[in-house]
């Protein structure tokens, strides 16, 4: 999939695996593979935002903590274009590149409670990743916090304060900054507002656009609610079982998908308007096991499609249109009506 | 004809009372449910909606307690002969009485499958264990069989080897089908849902939806069916409260709350939900300013008025609104349309 951008591509992942063992009996003896990411292949162009989505353990998680190496890839690579150009392949760098680039990649976790640590004030937690890596201190070290703060739009004046003190918003917004603190390039953001209610979600969306902005960053968005992606993304891409089953510009994928189950996905979101009747063609059946995936395509147990070809031959990954790609036997005979009018 | 509601809720208050200061979790409530009709809870995480529920099964224990109001239910609906009326405010929490109704004539499912199954016992003796409790003229035999039937009902393949398999060994999506097949088991007047697929996937969201629309016409049951989801409820409900710390600021049919929304806070609240949209999104989401009030420091005057767009400065910081009617069926909590001020929710009930 390489495309006519590939100048610019700041990231780039092929075939990216992630599994990890299933262990039975007192000696752990390993019975079998959860193959949480399956061979994920996609471009990240610096600047863009790619959302990720896809429901409950279809490995968006693990796609994005194995391209930093937080889960150790079990096979495939992933190539990270620096400032000045170099490639590195991030899946065979030493430890001291890793550090370099876990700078430049930062993540951002679904949950404001859980990942700030409880007993440090804001001022610790923003400053924390510059101090263990002696990038600034003193008064400069404080100036940046205060910059940085400012830049989510919260007070400085708060930065004495600790966690607890602050809303789910609030704290979403520390998170942010903590993660900007070190200038990086390539923020991954899992599920930023999912925890978050809705009246505040509208805020911290508009937050990351305008940082993305201001700062030049790029943005793998994972989340499994396909309004928000479909607001804040340039490109989408589908995840199933640990597979993407479709990649392509967003308006694109909502208008004209070509995988059956984009097309599941988008008929299932409840429409909120009440004139809009969007209930009564739900998918059967139930999300494939990602340790024991049923042969062919693993959307066949499910999809209204299925031919004799499907049950036995695994599709490939296609382009099909110009940037659009689907893993479905039958994406150019299928006509799909997207998003429901 | 249109006659007394199911349940007739009034000026309802269940506090929390804890060290740190009193949580009024649930303030002043006064709203109606009738009979066969889905109505809505919306508002956002902390705003009282499972308080609310919880108060009206009287299930809420110390610190919490219900401290003012009614709740008038209709117990004749049942046998066909409405009028007879008692009120739940006012019964013990363990006396006979609420329990015959609990888990029987007003039962409710939650977000979570795993608070109402006990991991220790199957799936089939649960259900057939509330049957037999409210029930003592059916067989053991009887009662298995009509847990099998409402087990095939809500889309369990196989119930007859399912009903013996334990809770953990099935899936979110199947749990919360034995969830609602144990509800529904008593063929209840009134369900009431909690965030009922809030845990669950898109996909399987859209399943257990659609189940439970049918069922509720199927059973002609009322639905008190509570979610933060304005997609949900949108799909689901043909009335809709809205909740914002504690209170009811917006009560109407669920067309009038999406065309002609009354209350800012509604109003605002559609308008930064982002939608799938055929033409693309929007540039930019209009977002509400701030963020939900700690329970501790609830403002003075209308509780919204620190993030309201609308609010008029020395009046909605200390006059506190009342529920006001501003349509046929449609009452709002909110100073600008106070003017004349009557009972809204008085009046709604008399139409
Ligand atoms: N550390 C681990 N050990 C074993 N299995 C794991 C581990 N982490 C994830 N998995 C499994 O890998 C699969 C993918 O998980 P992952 O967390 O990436 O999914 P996800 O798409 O992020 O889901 P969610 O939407 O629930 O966050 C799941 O089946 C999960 O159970
Ligand atoms: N057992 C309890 N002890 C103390 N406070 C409680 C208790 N249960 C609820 N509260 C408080 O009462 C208020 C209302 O809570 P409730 O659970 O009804 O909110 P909710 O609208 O259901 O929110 P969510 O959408 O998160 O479920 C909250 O401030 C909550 O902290
Ligand atoms: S390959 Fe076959 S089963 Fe898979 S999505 Fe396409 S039509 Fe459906
Ligand atoms: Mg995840
Ligand atoms: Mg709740």
Redesign the pocket.
């Known amino acids: 999939m390489v495309s006519a951008a590939e100048g610019s591509n700041i990231l780039e992942v092929r075939d990216l695996q992630a599994y990890f063992p299933i262990t039975a009996g007192l000696w752990r003896r390993v019975v079998g593979q959860v193959r949480a990411v399956d061979g994920v292949s996609f471009d990240l162009k610096e600047g863009e935002t790619l959302g990720l989505v896809g429901e409950s353990g279809c490995g968006k998680t693990t796609t994005g903590r194995a391209i930093i190496r937080a889960v150790e890839p079990t096979g495939g690579e992933v190539f990270y274009r620096m400032r000045d150009d170099t490639l590195i392949e991030a899946t065979a760098a030493d430890g001291r590149t890793m550090q370099t680039l876990r700078q430049q990649i930062q993540i951002i976790f679904q949950d404001p409670f859980a990942s700030l640590n409880p007993r440090m004030t804001i001022y610790d937690i923003v400053a924390d990743p510059l101090r263990v890596n002696s990038l600034a201190s003193g008064g400069e070290l404080e100036d940046r916090v205060s910059e940085m703060l400012q830049m989510v739009g919260m007070s400085p004046a708060f930065m004495r304060r600790y966690p607890h003190a602050f809303s789910g918003g609030q704290r979403q917004r520390i998170g942010i900054a903590r993660s900007l603190v070190m200038n990086p390039r390539l923020v991954i953001a899992d599920e930023p507002v999912s925890a978050l209610d809705v009246s505040v979600q509208a805020q911290i969306l508009n937050l990351m656009q305008d940082l993305q902005q201001d700062l030049g960053l790029t943005y793998l968005f994972i989340s499994h609610d396909l309004s928000v992606v479909q607001y804040i993304s340039h490109r989408v891409a589908v995840m199933y079982v640990g597979k993407i089953v479709e990649l392509a510009p967003t308006h694109e994928l909502f208008t004209r998908p070509m995988h059956p189950y984009t097309q599941a996905l988008l008929s299932s979101v409840p429409a909120p308007n009440p004139r809009v009747k969007s209930l009564g063609q739900s998918l059967e059946g139930e999300v494939a096991d990602p340790a024991n995936p049923p042969a062919g395509c693993y959307f066949h147990p499910r999809c209204p499609f299925v031919q004799d070809v499907c049950r036995e031959t695994e599709p490939e990954f296609r382009e099909i249109a110009p940037s659009h790609f689907a893993r479905c036997h039958f994406a150019e005979d299928l006509d799909l009506p997207g998003v429901p009018a | 004809m249109q006659t007394m509601p199911l349940l007739e809720v009034r000026d309802l208050k269940t506090h929390?009372f804890?060290d740190e200061g009193t949580?009024r979790?649930?303030d002043g409530v006064s709203f109606d449910i009738r009979s066969g009709v889905v109505l809505g809870v919306v508002?956002?995480?902390?705003?009282?909606?499972?308080?609310?529920a919880?108060s009206i099964m009287r299930i809420v224990?110390p610190?919490?307690r219900t401290i003012e109001g009614r709740i008038t239910y209709d117990r004749g609906m049942r046998r066909g002969a409405a009028g007879d009326f008692v009120d739940l405010a006012q019964m013990p929490i363990d006396g006979s009485e609420i329990r015959d109704i609990r888990g029987s004539e007003i039962t409710m499912i939650f977000?979570e499958p795993m608070v109402s199954f006990s991991p220790v016992h199957t799936i089939g003796f649960q259900i057939i264990e509330g049957i037999l409790q409210h029930e003592t003229d059916i067989s053991k035999d009887e009662a298995r069989n009509r847990a099998v039937e409402i087990l095939r009902r809500v889309g369990i393949p196989n119930p007859e080897s399912r009903i013996d398999q334990y809770p953990f060994s099935l899936s979110g999506g199947m749990r919360q089908r034995c969830m609602i097949a144990m509800a529904l088991a008593s063929d209840p007047n009134l369900l009431i849902a909690?965030?009922p697929t809030t845990a669950l996937d898109v996909t399987t969201q859209a399943q257990i939806l659609e189940l439970m629309a049918e069922l509720q016409r199927e059973f002609g049951m009322a639905m008190m069916l509570?979610t933060?989801n304005l997609g949900v409820v949108a799909q689901m409900a043909e009335e809709v409260i809205v909740?914002y710390l504690?209170k009811i600021v917006e009560w109407t049919d669920i067309d009038t709350l999406f065309d002609d929304p009354k209350h800012p806070y509604t109003a605002e609240l559609l308008k930064s939900i982002p939608r799938l949209r055929r033409e693309g999104q929007a540039e930019r989401l209009t977002a509400i300013a701030g963020s939900v009030p700690s329970?501790y420091v609830r403002p003075s005057g209308c509780p919204f008025h620190p993030r309201c767009p609308q609010a008029v400065a020395g009046l909605c910081d200390v006059r506190e609104p009342e529920l006001v009617q501003v349509g046929e069926r449609h009452v709002v909590s909110c100073l600008l349309y106070s003017d004349g001020a009557s009972n809204g929710a008085a009046e709604m009930e008399t139409e």
């Open positions: 929390f804890l949580v979790a649930v508002g956002e995480s902390g705003c009282g909606k499972s308080v609310l919880r224990r610190p919490g977000q909690d965030e509570i933060h909740m504690g329970p």
